[in-house]
């Protein structure tokens, strides 16, 4: 086991990991930019470095700076936590170089991964479903013919990244072009690559997941779905386990598959493989996500299973104590609460939050960074905390996720918060019926957005 640890990050997942490397008696080192210097993950930390201006692209997204502040601090091993370095293979091999172990997979896997095409390549190889469109990057000839082919509508893709960059849903062929040039636009802008790809856009559709842990010697463990298809601008805002949309049959074969897939590529550490599921029943691999996720723990309350710890375990060269299909019980619910104004198309608002009381009681998980009187800045991600919540069924998994969001108090800065009350409480997600266009078709009767 490592003594001493950098996490590379900020927010609600630099306090979550700073706190799973204490209970594992190991030291944390974190670092932060100067609009962080009073964050609750400084203040956590039994070291801070800072490592730049408040400007992601000048401190946390800085692989110098990161490297040196492990290296000066005397750390063995780093971990990335979400977004920033967590997909950057030339910082796992900058960590590599300077002989500091990277919680995560190896810099191949992350390389092969993040381009989208490479990966669906790999997913074909190892006989995963795959979505009908382009066999990879396509020019404009090729992508109109593939989507021909699929049929349309269909869904134009960054090949180098995701998040929604890059992204065109095209109805008609008659709009093809202009959607393939605005995508290949800003995929470059956002990637530094304008290269883009061809997919069936599957309607409705649901967004599964499969969590799965993987250790150096080859062995496989899967700890089951989260169903994200409460999302907006292709962004997850409610995640649940297990799916209303799966059958033991078809769960079991997504598992199998995802056990499979890692086998072929030599994935190690923690990962998450997404797949679409289709009005048949019929699952499709999206991509792999290699890095813990956001919503990594509604896992961990039907599991049982600390994943932070288990990355940290099989980073220092452990083996997995468990194999196969994680046992699971019960229902858990997550619930991103975002600073974000939703009467005013849900801009980003930053500011002071001049009160914040979490909820509290049985089954209820805050993962935050947030205390009263902080600052959210408004260089970084709008989400602010996560309300997790468990119980035996999924019925009851929803009341208690509704009372803990009535409870949870945030003054100062209009947030999210009621636009998932409205969520929780639509038949559509009551009923488990929903897919990834229920949140836009549930705007125009949310009494949350009233006003607009």
């Known amino acids: 086991m490592f003594s001493r640890v950098l996490v590379a990050n900020r927010g609600e997942i630099a306090v979550r990991v700073i706190r799973a490397l204490h209970e594992l008696g190991v030291e944390a080192v974190a670092v932060y930019s100067t609009a962080d210097r009073d964050a609750l993950h400084v203040a956590l930390a039994d070291q801070a470095v800072c490592i730049g201006p408040p400007a992601a692209a000048e401190s946390y997204l800085r692989i110098p700076n990161v490297v040196a502040a492990a290296g000066t601090t005397g750390c063995e091993a780093v971990h990335p936590g979400y977004g920033f370095l967590a997909e950057n293979a030339e910082f796992v091999r900058a960590c590599e170089a300077n ?14 991964m993040g381009d989208k095409v490479r990966a669906k390549e790999a997913m074909r190889t190892a006989g995963i479903p795959l979505v009908p469109g382009s066999h990879g990057a396509s020019g404009l000839a090729d992508a109109r013919k593939a989507a021909v082919e699929a049929g349309f509508p269909v869904l134009l893709k960054a090949s180098a990244g995701g998040g929604g960059k890059g992204m065109r849903l095209v109805p008609s062929v008659d709009e093809f072009e202009a959607a393939y040039a605005a995508a290949s636009t800003e995929a470059d802008a956002a990637f530094g690559n304008g290269s883009v ?6 309607s409705p559709a649901r967004h599964v997941e499969i969590q ?13 779905e989260r169903e994200c298809s409460i999302q907006r601008r292709h962004q997850k805002l409610i995640e649940e386990s297990p799916s209303t949309a799966l059958d033991a049959e078809t769960r079991e074969a997504m598992e199998s598959a995802v056990e499979r897939a890692c086998v ?9 493989f997404e797949f679409l599921v289709g009005p048949d029943g019929r699952f499709y691999f999206i991509e792999v996500n290699c890095r813990l996720q956001v919503e990594h723990p509604v896992t961990e309350l039907v599991t049982g299973i600390d994943i932070v710890r288990e990355q940290v375990s099989i980073a220092s060269g452990e083996a997995l104590q468990l194999t196969g299909r994680a046992p699971r019980r ?5 619930i991103r609460i975002n600073a974000e104004d939703p009467i005013r198309g849900f801009l980003p608002a930053p500011g002071i939050v001049s009160a914040f009381v979490p909820p509290l009681g049985a089954g209820v998980r805050v993962d935050t960074a947030v205390r009263e009187g902080s600052e959210i800045p408004p260089y970084y991600d709008s989400m602010i905390a996560k309300v997790i919540v468990w119980d035996e069924t999924r019925p009851l998994a929803i009341a208690r996720a509704t009372r803990a969001l009535t409870e949870l108090e945030i003054e100062g800065i209009p947030t999210t ?7 929780l409480g639509s038949p559509e997600f009551a009923t488990g019926s929903y897919s990834t266009s229920t949140l836009d078709e549930l705007v125009g009767r949310m009494p949350s957005l009233a006003l607009q």
């Open 99 to 112: 002989e500091l172990a990277f919680i995560g997979p190896p810099a191949a896997v992350v390389e092969q």
């Open 264 to 272: 072929a590529i030599g994935y190690e550490n923690a990962g998450t």
């Open 212 to 224: 799965v842990l993987c250790d150096g010697a080859g062995n496989v463990l899967t700890l089951g």
């Open 330 to 334: 019960g229902h858990a619910i997550e």
């Open 417 to 423: 918060r009621n636009v998932a009350l409205d969520v």
């Open 197 to 202: 790809y061809v997919e069936k856009a599957l």
